[in-house]
């Protein structure tokens, strides 16, 4: 079952989207290759931690030592990580909330039952939109903070290669895989920060992605 991008995607075309193998199986794939990612990306974090480790003994005094900058650079995508783990918990509180009462309740006839039914409606989907305006503020939090991270990681890169490239000829294969390492995984916190962005985009809608085609 394919889904098109649409500027007005109906209540109907959402449920059928959620009830669909296929989509459902591919959301499932996207999650698990993002789990193992993270998992990759802090064991990459760990190699070049020992590897600095390393390059800081071997050089001169005289020059602050890189690796405690790259330690403290590590604990903030932990913590990146530790709070994107949080959000993806809203979001499927947000989808199941949404699935399985707003869209039951909204397909309805709002003008059909009694007062007090109808303001039961009025504030359930009050409570919805309180939930989801928390979730925006957070993801945005979530998003300011990746960024961050990337622009700290980018001048780490930076000034690595730029003392690399002033180091003894003795070390310099070992100085330019290290850099390569570096590049890798500044490309992959990018890559996360980029969705975290995305993520934080969707969080701004009152309707789950889907909504948007």
């Not at 330690?71 to 989808?95: E, N, P, W």
């Given at each position: 079952?394919?889904?098109?991008?649409?500027?007005?995607?109906s209540?109907?075309?959402?449920?059928?989207?959620?009830n669909?193998?296929?989509?459902?199986s591919n959301?499932?794939?996207a999650?698990?290759?993002?789990?193992?990612?993270?998992v990759k990306l802090?064991?990459?974090?760990?190699?070049?931690s020992?590897?600095l480790?390393?390059?800081?003994?071997?050089?001169y005094?005289?020059?602050?030592?890189?690796r405690?900058?790259?330690?403290?650079?590590?604990?903030?995508?932990?913590?990146?990580?530790?709070?994107?783990?949080?959000?993806?918990?809203?979001?499927?509180?947000?989808?199941?909330?949404?699935?399985?009462?707003?869209?039951p309740?909204?397909?309805?006839d709002?003008?059909?039952g009694?007062p007090r039914?109808?303001?039961?409606k009025?504030?359930?989907?009050?409570?919805y939109?309180?939930i989801?305006?928390d979730?925006?503020?957070f993801?945005?939090n979530l998003?300011?903070t990746?960024?961050?991270?990337?622009?700290n990681?980018?001048?780490?890169?930076?000034e690595?290669a730029?003392?690399s490239?002033?180091?003894?000829?003795?070390?310099?294969?070992?100085l330019?895989?290290?850099?390569?390492?570096?590049?890798?995984?500044?490309?992959?916190?990018k890559?996360?920060?980029?969705?975290?962005?995305?993520?934080?985009y969707f969080?701004?809608?009152?309707?789950?992605?889907?909504y948007?085609?």
């Amino acid at each position: 079952m394919s889904f098109k991008s649409k500027a007005n995607l109906s209540y109907s075309d959402a449920v059928r989207a959620f009830n669909d193998e296929t989509f459902i199986s591919n959301l499932n794939d996207a999650c698990r290759h993002l789990a193992r990612s993270s998992v990759k990306l802090i064991q990459a974090f760990d190699t070049i931690s020992d590897e600095l480790n390393t390059v800081d003994i071997r050089k001169y005094k005289s020059t602050p030592p890189m690796r405690p900058l790259w330690l403290s650079i590590q604990q903030d995508f932990k913590d990146v990580i530790r709070q994107h783990q949080t959000s993806a918990g809203l979001i499927s509180g947000r989808l199941k909330m949404f699935y399985g009462l707003i869209l039951p309740m909204v397909t309805r006839d709002v003008h059909k039952g009694s007062p007090r039914s109808h303001n039961e409606k009025i504030h359930v989907l009050k409570s919805y939109m309180n939930i989801s305006s928390d979730h925006v503020t957070f993801t945005h939090n979530l998003a300011t903070t990746a960024l961050k991270l990337t622009r700290n990681l980018n001048t780490f890169h930076t000034e690595f290669a730029k003392m690399s490239s002033q180091g003894e000829k003795s070390g310099q294969t070992e100085l330019q895989d290290l850099t390569h390492k570096l590049s890798h995984v500044e490309g992959a916190v990018k890559q996360y920060e980029i969705l975290l962005r995305v993520e934080s985009y969707f969080a701004n809608q009152s309707l789950p992605p889907i909504y948007l085609g």
